[in-house]
């Protein structure tokens, strides 16, 4: 995963920088009509929404479009060939501003919200890449099986008892603990706990409170987001004070275990021999922690949706899942990646929900996108990727509907390439990818293996946007299935897996 180091570019001003800075011909590019002086865009906009209301801007005006809240304005894009544009490495690079900058008093440089000039990013990534290697991959598999273990005595009480299961907030323990477990030997109990963990509501507030500074103006800020600020502040403090207490376990308890935490401990980078400091291990572990758990909770929790809403989906799944694994009570690491169809469930429901639902990019240098609108260096776009996912040049007219068979290996390689982008792109896609996908893969075979899943007859789906999206009081019914002996795998089932 590491790549060769490049020239640091130009250290651009930090801050939001408004389209007209670095937009010449602004005028070309649409915004939504009724257009209120001083204010901008804000008829029909809910703050608590605003993806999803640039989801439904993005289908009345097209493929690039732009969006005014009082002074600022951002040029959205999610058409498939200016989007394969801004993936070009050579042209842009990651753009750190709207929420993820709104992080960074409590991430500071670490992977995620590192503005490109900052040298621990390519540190940390050099040190940490190994450790989402094969080899690691394997060694965390055991630790994800038996997370997943406490899960299920989880949802086999609350069978019995005839309750449904509160799917976002039960996929939020699972994740957490499977991040911390095996990246730093931590157990923050989540499945002996009534409520969530205050490492949980912390993170849940501070990634609100990020959101809810993107659609506030600055000037306004301290009156209306006061209460919200100072909330902020303590959040803050715990995450900093959970994420010191378990360095300082390791540290005292030594090393050895290999993981994440022993690598930005005791790992030197391998060419100039420079470590992690220790203010930078405080915001890489808060950075995994937050990101490791977050995004694949709310992946799981979408497919979980859609296969009980899709019994005969759910019922292919659950068959390969017998085929492959058949009677095996634990499966192995390489039997995880088998699960060929069951992977294309988790892919389409990161298409349709992509739970980081868009990325920035900014120019590197002055360019002209799409042949159409000049950028100046610096200037940059949002991509929404739940909405490139929607493309229907790409994706069809029926873009909206779920058909995991859109990423069968024929289907994916008649695609081009930069139209399926739920990690990110380029040198600062999400680094932990490969535990995420097998994580959840993992996860989805189990829950198949041993359940049915029923929708609650009234529910419709809800998004939650806190930065990522989740569903909204997604609760399932459960029905235990017969365990069942291993199935034959004539030529023809090999084949198809």
């Not at 640039?54 to 479009?65: A, D, E, T, V």
């Not at 790409?394 to 990423?407: H, I, L, N, S, T």
Request: some cysteine.
């Amino acid at each position: 995963m590491a790549e060769t180091r490049e020239a640091a570019p130009a250290v651009l001003p930090k801050g939001f920088r408004s389209a007209e800075l670095g937009w010449p011909e602004l005028r070309r590019i649409p915004h939504p009509p009724r257009r209120v002086p001083l204010v901008g865009d804000v008829l029909g906009a809910n703050v608590r929404s605003p993806l999803q209301d640039s989801l439904k801007f993005g289908r009345q005006l097209g493929p690039i479009f732009r969006r005014k809240a009082f002074s600022n304005e951002i040029v959205f894009v999610w058409g498939a060939d200016l989007a394969a544009e801004l993936a070009d490495e050579s042209r842009f690079a990651k753009h750190v501003g709207l929420g993820i900058a709104n992080l960074r008093p409590v991430a500071g440089d670490g992977l995620f919200t590192a503005y490109n000039h900052e040298p621990n990013w390519q540190l940390a990534h050099d040190v940490l890449a190994p450790g989402f290697s094969r080899e690691a991959m394997e060694g965390y598999h055991p630790m994800m099986l038996a997370v997943t273990e406490r899960l299920t005595d989880r949802w086999d009480r609350e069978q019995a008892a005839g309750r449904a299961v509160d799917v976002p907030g039960d996929m939020t323990k699972l994740t957490l603990e499977t991040i911390a477990r095996s990246g730093f030997g931590h157990d923050f109990a989540s499945f002996e706990r009534s409520r969530p963990h205050p490492f949980v509501t912390a993170m849940v507030g501070t990634l609100t409170y990020a959101q809810r500074r993107n659609v506030v103006p600055v000037p306004l800020a301290p009156v209306l987001l006061r209460e919200a600020s100072r909330r902020n502040t303590v959040d803050m403090a715990l995450l900093n004070r959970t994420v010191d207490a378990v360095v300082a376990a390791r540290r005292s308890g030594g090393s050895g275990q290999g993981d994440l935490l022993d690598r930005m401990l005791e790992t030197a980078h391998p060419e100039t021999g420079e470590r992690l400091t220790a203010e930078n291990i405080r915001r890489q572990v808060i950075t995994f922690l937050i990101a490791g758990h977050e995004t694949t909770s709310g992946a799981l929790s979408f497919a979980l949706h859609y296969l009980a809403q899709n019994p005969d989906i759910a019922a292919r799944a659950r068959a390969e899942v017998d085929r492959v694994w058949g009677d095996t009570d634990r499966p192995a690491y390489d039997q995880v990646a088998r699960l060929r169809y069951v992977r294309r469930v988790l892919d389409e429901s990161l298409r349709l929900w992509p739970t980081a639902p868009a990325f920035a990019r900014e120019a590197r240098q002055d360019t002209v996108l799409g042949g159409v609108h000049p950028m100046r260096q610096g200037a940059w776009a949002l991509v929404l990727t739940a909405m490139l996912h929607r493309d229907p040049a790409v994706w069809g007219a029926d873009a909206e509907a779920f058909d995991p068979d859109r990423f069968d290996a024929k289907a994916v390689r008649a695609r081009p390439a930069h139209t399926f982008k739920p990690f990110g792109t380029g040198a600062r896609a999400c680094i932990g990818r490969q535990f995420a996908l097998h994580e959840a893969t993992l996860v989805l075979g189990l829950l198949l293996r041993r359940y049915e899943v029923r929708p609650e007859p009234d529910y419709r789906l809800r998004v939650a946007e806190r930065l990522t999206l989740m569903p909204e009081g997604l609760r399932l019914r459960l029905d235990r299935r017969v365990p069942v002996a291993a199935v034959p795998r004539t030529p023809a089932a090999r084949a198809a897996e």
